[in-house]
């Protein structure tokens, strides 16, 4: 439903400028196709400009936005697409808005902001944490002289999903304006939630980020109750994903690998579980986590999920990146008893309606956009 007055969105053309809106930019392109959503419900005109690859014209009918797709020439890596300066300067935007960093779009958002001298909006969605930095670290250090610097100058502000991640940006962009505002979740189920069987699922990338062989270790040292699965849900560069099934391979048979699944796939598999894991070194702020409080699952996650409220409230077990902790984290949360797993539910179903919720966001992100274009300070 449309927003009125000051938390409306009316007469605004944001542009959501990403590397991928398909389901190879994983998290990020949900958060893109999501913030599009919340674009146009707050009365906004909202478009996607992404490079093109594999899945764009199979993904394109679930994505309720106009889509723009550039072609990419040379290494997919780098994502240099000449047309793509040329579709942000035709669109019109009032805002481009970056999602992603370390390619191509970013020297094309900031040459975008230079020729129309209009307010240019960068979230780097996790790519600026150390972990992430110290990989590929020559690549990332010709994208710094190259362009990323450049783009990051160019911008009216940088964007952190939490505050963790406003400090990684302080230390490599300097002193620009950063606002933080979270990704906002899907809206909480309002159906009571029963108990589930034992199962944990693992939703996202298959990267090495995502530390799924640890995972794996861990299953097979934890103490588990009978009739315990781990259901792991993926998908991922050819390289990863073939890296990942030569240690499956050797899983226990309560692991099962599922491949990729996507809407109403996605969602059962997300009402079935009791637990969702992510034992990841590195995210921004994981979709899959807050998909997962909403509807009802608790979690078991690391520090790296940026994600202090789940522990806070009680909807989350911390766990660290070593095969030994995430174990015994998976036996405590599938040895609680009933009413116990209910209270982490109900926090997890609390956090979704509240903090992250599609309204309490969209209001933060209207400020946002509003201000940047009337050239207000942050």
């Known amino acids: 439903m449309k927003a009125d007055g000051e938390v409306s969105l009316d007469g605004l053309h944001v542009v959501l400028l990403?590397?991928?809106?398909?389901?190879?930019?994983?998290?990020?392109?949900?958060?893109?196709?999501?913030?599009?959503?919340?674009?146009?419900?707050?009365?906004?005109?909202a478009t996607i400009v992404a490079l093109e690859d594999a899945f764009s014209e199979e993904d394109r009918a679930a994505i309720e936005a106009p889509l723009v797709t550039a072609p990419v020439k040379g290494p997919a890596q780098i994502g240099y697409a000449p047309d793509l300066l040329d579709l942000l300067l035709r669109s019109d935007a009032d805002i481009v808005h970056l999602n992603g960093i370390w390619m191509y779009p970013s020297h094309a958002g900031a040459q975008w902001a230079k020729r129309t001298g209009?307010?240019?909006?960068?979230?780097?969605?996790?790519?600026?944490?150390?972990?992430?930095?110290?990989?590929?670290?020559?690549?990332?250090?010709?994208?710094?002289?190259?362009?990323?610097?450049?783009?990051?100058?160019?911008?009216?502000?940088?964007?952190?999903?939490?505050?963790?991640?406003?400090?990684?940006?302080?230390?490599?962009?300097?002193?620009?304006?950063?606002?933080?505002?979270?990704?906002?979740?899907?809206?909480?189920?309002?159906?009571?939630?029963?108990?589930?069987?034992?199962?944990?699922?693992?939703?996202?990338?298959?990267?090495?980020?995502?530390?799924?062989?640890?995972?794996?270790?861990?299953?097979?040292?934890?103490?588990?109750?009978?009739?315990?699965?781990?259901?792991?849900?993926?998908?991922?560069?050819?390289?990863?994903?073939?890296?990942?099934?030569?240690?499956?391979?050797?899983?226990?048979?309560?692991?099962?690998?599922?491949?990729?699944?996507?809407?109403?796939?996605?969602?059962?598999?997300?009402?079935?579980?009791?637990?969702?894991?992510?034992?990841?070194?590195?995210?921004?702020?994981?979709m899959a986590i807050l998909e997962s409080w909403a509807t009802g699952a608790p979690t078991i996650m690391t520090d790296a999920c940026h994600l202090s409220e789940g522990f806070e409230a009680g909807a989350a077990i911390r766990c660290e990146t070593d095969a030994g902790s995430i174990a015994r984290a998976l036996g405590q949360a599938l040895a609680l008893a009933p009413a116990e797993w209910q209270e982490m539910s109900s926090a997890a179903l609390s956090l979704a309606r509240e903090r992250f919720s599609p309204g309490a966001v969209a209001r933060e992100w209207v400020a946002a956009y509003r201000g940047l274009v009337a050239g207000v300070a942050l």
């Open 118 to 286: 209009r307010p240019y909006l960068v979230s780097p969605h996790g790519m600026l944490d150390p972990w992430i930095v110290a990989r590929g670290r020559w690549k990332k250090a010709l994208a710094r002289l190259g362009y990323e610097r450049n783009s990051w100058s160019r911008a009216a502000a940088l964007h952190a999903l939490t505050r963790d991640e406003g400090r990684d940006i302080g230390r490599e962009a300097g002193d620009r304006p950063i606002l933080t505002i979270p990704n906002a979740g899907p809206p909480a189920t309002s159906e009571a939630v029963a108990a589930r069987d034992p199962l944990v699922i693992y939703l996202g990338r298959i990267h090495p980020k995502k530390n799924l062989d640890a995972l794996i270790d861990a299953w097979e040292q934890a103490e588990l109750p009978p009739g315990a699965e781990l259901a792991i849900a993926g998908w991922g560069e050819p390289g990863d994903v073939s890296a990942f099934e030569e240690r499956f391979a050797s899983a226990p048979k309560s692991v099962s690998f599922l491949g990729p699944v996507h809407g109403e796939q996605k969602q059962r598999l997300l009402q079935r579980a009791r637990f969702m894991v992510l034992a990841s070194h590195s995210e921004g702020l994981p």
């Open 18 to 45: 990403t590397a991928s809106a398909s389901r190879l930019g994983g998290g990020v392109a949900t958060a893109v196709v999501g913030q599009a959503q919340m674009i146009r419900s707050m009365g906004g005109q």
